[in-house]
């Protein structure tokens, strides 16, 4: 199994910066694929960044040129760097592990390992 453990969320004003980290323990050598998900008050869980073994990225459309992961899976901590923040940015960003491989990294259900999640709140 692996156990995710998020941290580096908080308070930030529009415009500003924070940085997310995800360490994974455990299995990690069958980790394929890590992501982040986010879900705000009233709304389902969305997709906002992935990243493969290989290094590739992914983005959703609403954070891209804002948002950047890094970190490859190796190294057993992922990064979301997030800039230009927004207030529909709010949410409880969650980590996510896949430890087999799947051709999309979009859907939540192809993960399955998660984090307890952190808070990201972007006052106006």
Same mark, same amino acid.
């Given at each position: 199994?692996?156990?995710l453990?998020?941290s580096?969320?908080? #308070? %930030?004003?529009?415009?500003g910066s #924070?940085r #997310?980290?995800c360490?994974?323990?455990?299995r990690?050598?069958?980790?394929y694929t890590m992501?982040?998900?986010r879900q +705000?008050p009233? !709304?389902?869980?969305e997709f906002?960044?992935? =990243?493969r073994r290989?290094?590739?990225?992914?983005? +959703?459309d609403?954070? !891209?040129?804002?948002f950047? =992961?890094?970190?490859g =899976?190796? &190294?057993?901590? %992922?990064?979301l760097q997030m800039?230009?923040?927004k207030? &529909?940015?709010t +949410?409880v960003?969650?980590?996510?592990?896949a430890?087999?491989?799947?051709?999309?990294v979009l859907?939540?259900s192809?993960?399955?390992?998660?984090g307890?999640?952190t808070q990201?709140?972007?006052s106006?």
């Amino acid at each position: 199994q692996v156990q995710l453990v998020e941290s580096g969320g908080g #308070l %930030v004003q529009a415009g500003g910066s #924070l940085r #997310l980290s995800c360490a994974a323990s455990g299995r990690t050598f069958r980790v394929y694929t890590m992501g982040w998900f986010r879900q +705000a008050p009233g !709304k389902e869980r969305e997709f906002v960044a992935a =990243i493969r073994r290989s290094g590739t990225t992914y983005y +959703a459309d609403s954070v !891209k040129g804002r948002f950047s =992961i890094s970190s490859g =899976i190796a &190294e057993n901590t %992922v990064y979301l760097q997030m800039n230009s923040l927004k207030p &529909e940015d709010t +949410a409880v960003y969650y980590c996510a592990a896949a430890t087999t491989y799947r051709p999309t990294v979009l859907a939540g259900s192809m993960y399955d390992a998660w984090g307890q999640g952190t808070q990201v709140t972007v006052s106006s």
